[in-house]
């Protein structure tokens, strides 16, 4: 089969597929509404502590500020994020990294391929790395970073980590314009999928979104987290301070947060990922 | 001297901005160590590609020249008895040296004869010398920013995966970081072999090159200019980058040249955006054609041979569509609300936490312009001048603002005069850029910087070392830069700080802001002229009387350097600080000369000159004419000169002190209404002036 008529469910089970074979426990999604696969705990948590971890997964990822009605071909609210987790990272992850593109037909050597220095950092979640974002003839396929700190705390060993955009992926293997134009399966399209959701949750959060039940949840959920640490209920906790995430992205999408706020919330929620991933590296430690 | 040795550093893809800073570290620090054990090469060259630090030495010797050296022992007058015999003295320390007692030699010194011993010590190794202090010099190497990616901690900017150590064709193993060097290097990633055989140091720069790595950033830069040569269209040529030259030279480990192009219909917009999606985001170089105006055209640097199917050009073909589709949105849609109905949005966006919002910001502007020219068409600028901070456009490029504020008000059909002003405010961006070029453009650019300088200054925000993080620095040389360039003589900085201190509430003393913000602007003063050319002392001369206008400072500046070295004048400039030590000291007890009271010809002959003098050079600065009233003023040396030859100017009597102390505070005066020339140097004389003044 011509790489051109993959499908976007062949491309994911593909990339899945090679990592399978790697060593890697393929997860699932998490079943809460994240920004990044960071945010899934088996990233975001595994990679604190001394214990090596190999993980793969798809994690689709909510972007309220980028949803555009399901109207523009590549910004998305929601996109899918391929994940994969090296800890310690192997001293060849570039080159098996490379070669998972081949997996999926990509011919290395017809393209212009190159890493460029892209430094991923998260105010919310007191985590950045080191690393490059992975261009294919000019388009971002790939962020490639070495974590260094997650939750405020120092990492050892490094984890490797290598976050694939599957839409933009699977647009530029099979040469469509536009992600809704993706054959989801030979029958199905991305937008017969996905389209309607784009449109409504675009919708919601730009233009019916609650603003003050939003500010009150985010309340309640801070008190919850702040609450289960307190019981050391840490993935518990961990969850709360996810929902605090989503719901601040929401008011932002929202217009309701002013400058001054912003950075104010960015905090509170940093303040949560730092105490989760305090506690659950103390408590693993006893 | 015929020796060869390569080392080569192998890395994971190093930030391109960081290569050429690494690779002049890794000159230096290996020229030190040869130099630091004197090793003598005939060439020392570094290499620095993405993937890659790495240096040749060639015509080296194979060790350190051996040295003889001078062992001293105790002095001749205990090393030997009456008989000249060897004394105990002598004889232990010969058995210490571990030679006959017959080869001590005495050794004259400052301080008398010493028995001593001629020793060869034996060069070392260059090898050995190389293999102990390479590991040295790769820790030394200091980057802006650094990771872990191992258990040893050992932080670096990117992982380091191989090591290549050659002597001639010899392998030196190297150790470092858990790796040892040998002969293996790695060839491009798609192009080359994985694994890369040298078989001599000889070897590396061609072996590299068969492998699709240009080792050389020089042969790499010149593939690729020649290459955007060739590839650029009939009668276009490219939009000088020479940044983004560099960046891309230095990103690509074997760089080729392609030209893509694309929908023409994009041409609609502006080209300052279309320029800056492809420079921005993508790393494109623009292409214009004879007549100045884009074409659908880009040349971008691939990190391969070429595009053998095509595919590469349709990729960044399609890529840059979807940006430039982007754009196209947002210069649409941002034109659907006008900038004056955006004004209100920016009291939500924060400017500072204590100056309060963008809103805050542009009323305070809007008043310093008022009060810096009556044309309303500027304050109608000051009004609309950050609303453009609110459109889809600048959030996604930054580097638009005001550019975009600029092209929507041309839009809205806001005369030149505000719109212009709009476009232009944040120049001069760095001391290469250009000045607004329009009036209201440069008071714009400066009510605006003043306004954040004076605002920061007062809540005690004010730049410390490497700490700057309103970037007021840039700010206030931005400030004189357009004050000098477009000779804003009317605009002392005094006015420019009072406007900007009458709408700010500082936390700290008013006048400590005052004087600390012309304390930071002369700075910038000092800088911005001397970058000029004018000579420091001159500067300091004129500064020291104060700086009203920047242009006049430095039309002052540059008379007074034009004719300080001249006999008379560097004669009166010893004079001038002799009259400035008497006054320093002294009380005036009149406030004027009474001619009735001057006594001494010499004195009466200065008087005379002076008062004939003082009205010429007056009309003469109020004309502007710094180098005829300086010429003027040193006619003076002579009568000056006769006048402390003639008369005592502290004597007893004080109606004739008073008198003589008053007549040299005139011509003081005088003078100090162009300089402090006491500040002069004189010729031949650098860093003499504390004895030339006593």
């Avoid at chain 2, 007058?77 to 105990?88: E, I, K, N, R, T």
């Avoid at chain 2, 006048?511 to 012309?518: G, I, K």
């Avoid at chain 2, 006054?583 to 009149?590: D, H, P, R, S």
Wanted: aromatic letters at 8%.
């Amino acid at each position: 089969m011509s790489t051109q008529q993959l499908t976007f469910q062949e491309i994911v089970h593909r990339l899945l597929g090679f990592w399978m074979d790697y060593g890697c426990v393929v997860q699932q999604p998490y079943d809460l509404e994240v920004g990044a696969g960071t945010m899934h705990p088996e990233t975001f948590l595994r990679v604190l502590g001394p214990q090596p971890y190999k993980v793969a997964y798809v994690q689709p990822s909510r972007r309220p500020t980028d949803g555009r009605y399901g109207e523009n071909p590549n910004r998305l609210y929601k996109h899918s994020q391929l994940q994969v987790i090296l800890k310690p990272a192997p001293d060849d992850i570039q080159d098996v990294y490379l070669e998972s593109l081949k997996a999926i037909g990509i011919p290395l050597e017809l393209h212009d391929l190159r890493f460029e220095e892209d430094n991923w950092e998260s105010p919310t979640l007191g985590a950045w790395g080191i690393g490059w974002q992975v261009l294919l003839d000019g388009l971002e396929i790939t962020q490639f970073t070495y974590f260094q700190q997650a939750g405020g705390q120092d990492l050892m060993p490094i984890s490797g980590e290598i976050t694939y955009g599957l839409e933009r992926i699977a647009t530029f293997v099979t040469a469509k314009n536009s992600v809704y134009d993706l054959r989801w399966s030979p029958e199905i399209s991305y937008g017969d999928v996905r389209q309607r959701e784009e449109r409504e949750f675009s919708k919601y959060s730009f233009e019916v979104a609650d603003k003050r039940m939003l500010f009150e949840l985010f309340g309640l959920y801070e008190k919850e987290c702040l609450r289960c640490l307190e019981a050391d209920c840490v993935l518990p906790a961990y969850d709360y301070c996810l929902r605090c995430s989503h719901t601040f992205n929401l008011l932002d999408s929202r217009g309701a947060i002013s400058v001054t706020e912003r950075v104010g919330l960015i905090g509170r929620v940093r303040n949560l990922a730092v105490r989760v991933a305090s506690s659950y590296v103390n408590n693993h430690e006893e | 001297m015929k020796n060869r040795f390569l080392f080569e550093l192998g890395l994971e893809e190093i930030p391109a901005d960081m290569i050429k800073p690494a690779a002049e570290q890794l000159r230096a620090a290996v020229g030190a160590l040869l130099q630091d054990n004197a090793l003598e090469r005939e060439s020392l060259e570094v290499f620095g590609a993405p993937r890659r630090l790495a240096f040749l030495i060639e015509g080296i010797a194979d060790r350190q020249a051996d040295r003889e050296e001078l062992i001293l022992g105790p002095p001749k007058s205990v090393a030997f008895d009456a008989h000249g015999v060897a004394a105990p003295p002598a004889l232990g320390f010969a058995r210490k040296m571990g030679v006959p007692a017959d080869q001590l030699k005495l050794v004259p010194t400052d301080r008398g004869e010493y028995v001593g011993v001629r020793r060869l010590l034996e060069g070392k190794r260059t090898t050995d010398i190389l293999k102990e202090g390479l590991p040295r010099i790769i820790a030394s190497i200091s980057w802006p920013k650094n990771m872990y990616w191992q258990e040893s901690r050992f932080r670096f900017v990117r992982p380091i995966r191989w090591l290549v150590a050659l002597w001639n064709d010899e392998v030196i193993p190297v150790e470092f970081e858990g790796l040892t060097a040998g002969s293996t290097t790695r060839g491009h990633r798609f192009l080359g072999n994985s694994d890369v055989q040298l078989s001599s140091a000889q070897d590396y720069v061609a072996r590299l090159r068969e492998q699709f790595v240009l080792v050389d950033v020089d042969e790499r830069a010149a593939k690729i200019k020649r290459e955007l040569e060739q590839e650029l269209p009939a009668g276009c040529r490219m939009v000088d980058d020479p940044d983004l030259l560099e960046q891309v030279a230095y990103l690509n480990e074997y760089p080729s040249v392609l030209l893509g192009g694309f929908n023409p219909e994009f041409l609609k917009i502006p080209q300052e955006i279309l320029i800056t999606v492809m420079r921005h985001h993508q790393k494109y170089f623009a292409v214009v054609g004879g007549d100045e105006a884009l074409k659908p055209h880009f040349l971008t640097v691939l990190n391969t041979s070429g595009d053998p199917v095509g595919q590469i050009r349709l990729g960044h073909e399609k890529v840059l569509r979807a940006r430039l589709e982007d754009a196209a949105f947002f210069w649409a849609t941002d034109q659907k609300s006008r900038l004056e109905d955006r004004r209100p949005m920016l009291d939500s966006v924060l400017f500072q936490e204590k100056l309060g919002s963008y809103g805050a910001k542009t009323e305070r502007v809007r008043q310093i312009c008022g009060s810096l020219s009556k044309d309303e068409s500027l304050e109608r600028a000051a009004l609309l001048s950050k609303c453009d901070l609110v459109t889809d456009m600048v959030r996604e490029f930054p580097e638009l603002q005001g550019v975009m504020g600029g092209l929507y008000a041309r839009g809205e059909g806001e005369p030149e005069s505000v719109w212009k002003a709009i476009y232009e405010h944040y120049k001069p961006v760095s001391l290469e850029d250009s000045s607004p070029g329009t009036e209201n453009g440069a008071l714009l650019s400066i009510a605006d910087k003043i306004d954040t300088v004076v605002g920061c200054f007062g809540i005690g925000i004010i730049p410390s070392g490497s700490s700057d993080p309103f970037a007021l620095r840039r700010q206030a040389q931005g400030i004189v830069k357009v004050l000098f360039d477009r000779r804003l003589d009317g605009l002392t900085l005094a006015t420019l700080i009072d406007a900007a201190a009458a709408n700010h509430k500082p936390t700290r003393p008013v006048e400590d802001v005052r004087r600390d913000v012309l304390d930071f602007l002369q700075a910038r003063v000092r800088f911005v002229l001397q970058e000029q050319g004018i000579a420091v002392d001159a500067l300091n001369a004129v500064m020291a009387v104060g700086v009203d206008s920047v242009h006049k400072t430095y039309r002052k500046a540059a008379a007074l350097a034009e004719i300080r070295h001249e006999a008379d004048f560097e004669a009166l400039a010893i004079a001038f600080k002799r009259i400035k030590n008497i006054l320093a000291k002294q009380e005036i007890g009149v406030d004027r000369v009474t001619e009735s009271d001057l006594e001494h010809s010499s004195e009466k002959e200065l008087f005379a000159v002076f008062a004939k003098l003082r009205p010429q050079v007056l009309e003469e600065l109020q004309a502007d004419d710094y180098g005829s009233a300086l010429r003027r003023i040193a006619t003076l040396r002579n009568p000056v000169d006769r006048f402390f030859d003639g008369v005592m100017v502290l004597t007893e009597d004080s109606r004739l002190r008073n008198n003589r102390l008053r007549l040299l505070f005139e011509i003081s005066q005088l003078f100090l209404m162009i300089a402090d020339i006491s500040e002069i140097q004189e010729s031949g004389d650098r860093g003499n002036r504390e004895e030339a003044g006593a």
